[in-house]
């Protein structure tokens, strides 16, 4: 820490420097005088004899000074004084690093938020999205989403897996809300049990759905998100056990998700239970996007195994009806790939970003790019200038 | 303005002068030059104020120390004092400045011309 101490101990020795040397002059002088010099002569001499003395309380401060860092220090005040004298040249240089550096700024927030930041779940990296492609199913599996899930895919999962905690599916839809002061439309996600274990965050008031609340035709429940509770009761947290309408049906209200919560990449208003009939599934219905949670240790290949082992018993314990075959699916040659969510979520974006980001990039390298010629026709203009500092001892790479 | 001739002691020669003027004994700046000036029967004509920069050089690198203390003048002046490693950096200086002084004056040595 020698240095912090004389950092601060500078100005302290910068005075002790100067009273010395006002002392050896006084001290010349009166040995002049003694000598029988009138005072005022003795005063030149004793000057005279010193040397310059401003240049010797500079050299004596730089042996003490970092040279490097206040030459810096000073082409940087120099640099201030030139930009002073033109504020219009100035000020068109500031606004344009300024746009592309803002611009940059305001994309870094955007890919810092999305894609290096983790997802807002506890042990998110446990959480895998039941991502299926089926090559052989043109038109019902898409390249974004490959094959969904249906009803009695979830319950085979659910019921033979061997690498998964828990999971769900779930699906994003609309509902009307009726009955309260004006209908309205609302954002929903209907879930089956498995989805809010999966994801582990815990209401902020109130509970989860439970197994009872996913029974056909049983009691209507709901959940709903932190801003709808807030938009509509005020944040009042004896919302719960009161009913309201969706889309005519009485739902009561047995929970609050905290502020923040999304189902992976949506937001919605109300969550409601999918609350399957087991006795109607069928084979069909690939709607559904599926969620889990990893087993401690269990691997995406681990998983993706199990759900190929799986895939039979799936076809073997449902069907389409009588008369149909339920093998007919070996022929779309269904694959699991599952991701992590994360992966799920940022998806296309994250290369889609990082081009933004690029571009972006571009944006700040020809706005440096202008500024640079605005310079150049300066410099042009300082031609004088430099000659007089080259000229006076500076050198050449503090010109630049 | 000095002129030419009289300047440019080779680096370094300033501080080992003043090394071993304090080896003698511990004294301050101005006791310092005028020391330095009366051995040398004034045949260097050193800028006093040049004295400065060279103690602030060997205040830092730790070769001297300096207190404060009263002159025989009765004055408040900072007095030189040499440290260990000053003395032993002196040594050095002076067993180097040697061997130099000795080629340049083989060199410099009246020979068959």
Redesign the interface.
Known sequence: MNWLRQLFSRQRLYRELSEEIQAHLDEKIEELVAGGMPEREAKQAALREFGNIGLIEEKSREVWAWPLVEEVFFDIRYGLRTLSHSPVFTAVALLTIAIGIAANAAVFSIVNSVLLKPLNYPKAEELVALHQVAPGAEGLADFENGLLLSPSMYFTYADHNQTFQSLGVWITGTANVTGMAEPEQVRTVAVSDGVLQTLSVPPAVGRWFSQVDQVPNGPGRVMLSYGYWQRRFGGDRRVIGRNIMVDSQTREIVGVMPQGFRFVDSDFDLTTPLAFDRGKAILAGFGFHGIARLKPGATIAQANADLARMLPIWMDSWSNGPGSNPHIYETWRITAMIHSLKQQVIGNVGELLWVVMGTIGLVMLIACANVMNLLLVRVEARQQELAVRTALGAGRARIV | M?KPIQRDLFPGALEMMILRTLKRQPM???ALVQDIKRTSDDLLQI????L??A???L??EGFVKAEWGI?S?N????IYKLTATGGKHLEREVSSFERMLKGITQVLAPGEL
């Open positions: 000095k301050h700046g101005y800028e006093e104020g040049s400065y920069p103690l602030q050089r205040l830092k002159s003048t004055r408040r002046v900072r």
